[in-house]
């Protein structure tokens, strides 16, 4: 690891050496025996603090536990990018109530749904009934909500069968 982070074998890494410079600081690795992640920029609020901790731990965690590693790139998305951020912290562990805030301040500023990849599809049926921003057949808000209903009585339905 230290021949790859210096480029040589390095057996007495300095404290200030140029390679610690980056978002990932490995110099401090071979220096203290600590990493730094340079990523995040200075806040007070609590929460955004906690949400950069969890995802540092998260990170280091599952590289820890990782028995590999892929060095493909993906293309990046901005259309996409916050469902695809979402999934990918969701796959580090950062699910349920307790990782709420950290992905809400994670996900902040990205674009697009954090639910949906792409435009979102209805599935109860065609001829645009039920898609985003429009009301249901039924009519009004009270068809709104009849339509959720009806939409988690299939999803129900699919599972029994």
Do not use: C
């Not at 203290?32 to 969890?54: C, D, M, P, W």
């Amino acid at each position: 690891m230290n021949e790859a982070w210096y480029g040589r074998r390095n057996l007495a890494p300095q404290r200030y050496d140029s390679s610690r410079y980056h978002g990932l600081n490995l110099n401090s690795l071979f220096f203290r025996g600590t990493i730094e992640f340079r990523y995040f920029n200075g806040s007070l609020h609590a929460g955004e603090v906690k949400a950069y901790v969890q995802l540092v731990l998260a990170l280091a965690a599952r590289a820890l536990a990782s028995k590999a590693a892929s060095s493909k790139r993906r293309e990046f998305n901005p259309a996409t990018a916050k469902y695809d951020f979402r999934v990918f912290l969701l796959h580090l562990g950062l699910i349920g109530e307790e990782f709420k805030t950290a992905r809400t301040h994670l996900l902040k500023k990205l674009e697009g749904s954090a639910a949906w990849k792409g435009q979102r599809r209805d599935r109860r049926g065609s001829g645009g009934e039920g898609t985003p921003g429009s009301e249901s057949a039924q009519g009004g808000s009270e068809g709104a909500q009849g339509g959720s209903e009806g939409a988690q009585g299939n999803a129900h339905e699919a599972l029994a069968a």
